[in-house]
Every structure is written in C-alpha cells, then in structure tokens.
C-alpha cells in the first residue's frame, strides 16, 4: 500500500489533498457557512476517525499522535489567521 | 503511562487541552497576528511531530492517521467559521 504523503518534495506540511477528499467538508463550507448542523456532524466524522485508529495505537504512538493533532489544529487556526489578514491587507491595497 | 483524551465524556472531542498546551500557539495568536515567521516556525513544529510519529505506524495506521489528520483539520476549519459567523451575529445584536 503506497503511503500518502505529509510532507511534500520542498518539507512543507502537504494536508491539503487529503483535506480536498472529504466531500463532507467541501459541502459544508460550500455557502461560506457553518451551521450547527453541520458542525455536529462534522464531529460526529473527527470522533469516528479517532476511534477508528485510537486502539490499535501503542501507549508511545498514541503520545506521539496526540502531539500531532495539536501541532496540525495549531496549525491550521494560525493559517486561517494569517490568510484572513492577508486577504484584509489585499483589500486595503485595492 | 496514562493516556489522553481526544473525547471527552459527552463524546465530544476534546483537543483544546492539548492545543492550549503548546506555548508556542499562545505566544503566536497573542496579539491577534500571525506573521510569516511565525506560520514559518509552526511549519517546522508540524512536520517534527509528523516525522515523530510517522515511521512507526504500520502501512493501515498510517493511512487511518492520514484521515484524522485531514478530519481535524476540516473540524477547525468550520469550528473558526462557525464561531466567526456567532461573533458578527452578536455584535449585530447589541
């Protein structure tokens, strides 16, 4: 099984394809909105892939993974930041 | 070793503990800004936690990882839009 991959050719975080595959994303953003609804099913998609994966996890894998999920949630707040100020500084410069 | 928790007891999940962990987050939303050295710097702190982790999951690990990765990262997506989308209705409000 080919391994999908984190990390392109330039060592820069690569999520977006795999990001890009849930249907269930693109159609909830699609209108610009969250709703409620669509927040709770969309926790309903985080908490199965978790258990999905959480017990076959050694103690040591699932410390490492834990990590991991902050690193990517930190991650993924300051970018919307950042291109949220962007997109004001674009807006400004017009 | 005691695990984490990624769900809390109202099966909710439960990461903002493990994100408010992350001293570098907090300093780098601090002040509202995130700059290009500080996405730069959350950049190298996300891919060491991938390369931390990644070469000790198995081939079906991997690929079940690579879906929660890409789960937690649509979850924050909405959960920004959705509390952005309550903060303009509030300030509406008053």
Known sequence: MA???WIDDDNHPDLDAHVGQLEHFAQAIADGHVDEAEMARQE????AAMRAVESS???EQ???VTRLLAEIAAYTVMQMMHDMAQAKVQRAVK
Chains 1, 2 share one sequence.
């Open 3 to 5: 391994r999908a991959n």
């Open 44 to 47: 309903e998609n985080l908490i």
């Open 57 to 59: 996890l050694s103690d």
């Open 62 to 64: 699932h410390a490492k």
